[in-house]
Nanobody, 121 residues
Framework: QVQLVESGGGLVQAGGSLRLSCAAS????????MGWFRQAPGKEREFVTA????????YYADSVKGRFTISRDNAKNTVYLQMNSLKPEDTATYYC??????????????WGQGTQVTVSP
C-alpha cells in the first residue's frame, strides 16, 4: 500500500496559480489511479479531479474544468494538480487519494493528510 504526502498549498490572490504535489511512497504507485479532493470548512468533501493509472484518462469536476490540470509522473511516484485562475471559492483543504477500480469513479482507500489552499479576493 502507498502512503501519500501533499505539498504546495498556500495563500494566493484571486486569479493566481498554485501547483500541488502528492508524493507516494512504495513501488506500487502505478497500480493506482489518483484523485484530488477538497473540503472547505462546514462543507462536505468533494471530488476535484482524477487521473488513470497510465495518465491517459483524466476527469474533472465542472467547477474546475478549464482551470485545473492533473498530471502524474510514475517515474517520480508523484501526482500534480496545477491550479490556475484561482477563485476564493477554491479555498479548501486539498487531499490526494489513491484509488482502485476499472474506471472513474475509482474506489479511494488511501488518503494523504491534506494541504491548505487559501484564495484571497
Amino acid at each position: 500500500q502507498v502512503q501519500l504526502v501533499e505539498s504546495g498549498g498556500g495563500l494566493v490572490q484571486a486569479g493566481g496559480s498554485l501547483r500541488l504535489s502528492c508524493a507516494a511512497s512504495g513501488r506500487t504507485f502505478n497500480w493506482y489511479a489518483m484523485g484530488w479532493f477538497r473540503q472547505a470548512p462546514g462543507k462536505e468533501r468533494e471530488f476535484v479531479t482524477a487521473i488513470s493509472r497510465s495518465g491517459v484518462n483524466t476527469y474533472y469536476a465542472d467547477s474546475v474544468k478549464g482551470r485545473f490540470t492533473i498530471s502524474r509522473d510514475n517515474a517520480k511516484n508523484t501526482v500534480y494538480l496545477q491550479m490556475n485562475s484561482l477563485k476564493p471559492e477554491d479555498t479548501a483543504t486539498y487531499y490526494c487519494a489513491a484509488g482502485t477500480g476499472s474506471g472513474h469513479p475509482y474506489e479511494y482507500d488511501v488518503w494523504g493528510q491534506g494541504t491548505q489552499v487559501t484564495v484571497s479576493p
